[in-house]
């Protein structure tokens, strides 16, 4: 079965402070792994996906196979980081989704 | 930038009533997809389609729901005797292709459906 969890509905940090989006999954063959960011009035649009192992907007996120794991990071949280994360796995053609965490970024 | 776009953003229905929702994918765009967010729930799969038929499709699109692409740009979700839970946000996405490296989908504004 393809699932995606992300244990935290509710996330907030300092403007500053290091942040961390917990996501981990469960499928059968290999992921392809996603976060999807939704501002405050905005369309859900696409933040970052594992194979490009970039870094958008200071986030960054690690595979981790052996912990099924892909956790979103960045170091210094910004106020306009505030929104909600989705992590998702491309399951064949579709997108298996989390229930998203919301992050606020406190001034 | 090219962006998908979903008409109309707010739609009110009588529980029974048909109710067609439209969406404008990226022009060179192959792939095509709904997805439904329930209030408080988590964004979930409809259905993907890909030269002019069903490619994909999750065990909640039941014979209620059908898709259409009746024109060269329009993709229609039309829901035939709406019920109290399909009040959703209807999200449509589109994709160039389905490859590997996987392809980003992009996804519209959406549309508010709510059920009375």
């Known amino acids: 079965a393809q699932r995606v969890t992300q244990p935290e509905k509710l996330l907030s940090v300092f403007k500053g402070a290091p942040v961390e989006l917990k996501c981990n999954y469960s499928?059968?063959?290999?992921?392809?792994l996603f976060w999807y960011v939704q501002y405050s009035r905005q369309r859900l649009q696409l933040l970052l996906r594992?194979?490009s192992r970039e870094s958008i907007k200071g986030f960054t996120a690690d595979l981790n196979k052996g912990e099924t794991s892909f956790h979103l990071k960045k170091p210094f949280a910004q106020e306009e980081d505030s929104a909600m994360y989705y992590c998702?796995?491309?399951?064949?053609?579709?997108?298996?989704f989390g229930q998203g965490t919301r992050l606020t970024i406190n001034p | 930038e090219p962006e998908v776009t979903q008409t109309p953003s707010h739609q009110v229905t009588q529980m029974g009533q048909e109710v067609i929702l439209r969406c404008v994918p990226i022009?060179?765009?192959?792939?095509f997809y709904w997805y439904r967010q329930i209030l408080g729930q988590k964004v979930e799969f409809l259905v993907s389609?890909?030269?002019?038929?069903?490619?994909?499709k999750s065990e909640i699109f039941d014979d209620q729901f059908s898709v259409e692409r009746p024109d060269g740009s329009n993709f229609t979700l039309k829901i035939r005797s709406t019920k109290l839970e399909d009040s959703a946000m209807y999200f449509c996405?589109?994709?160039?292709?389905?490859?590997?490296?996987?392809?980003?989908?992009?996804f519209g504004p959406g549309t508010r459906l709510t059920v009375t």
């Open positions: 996405a589109s994709s160039e292709a389905v490859t590997v490296p996987v392809d980003e989908q992009y």
């Open positions: 499928y059968s063959g290999s992921p392809e």
């Open positions: 594992h194979i």
């Open positions: 998702a796995l491309q399951g064949a053609q579709k997108l298996v």
């Open positions: 022009s060179n765009h192959l792939y």
């Open positions: 389609f890909y030269n002019n038929e069903i490619s994909e």
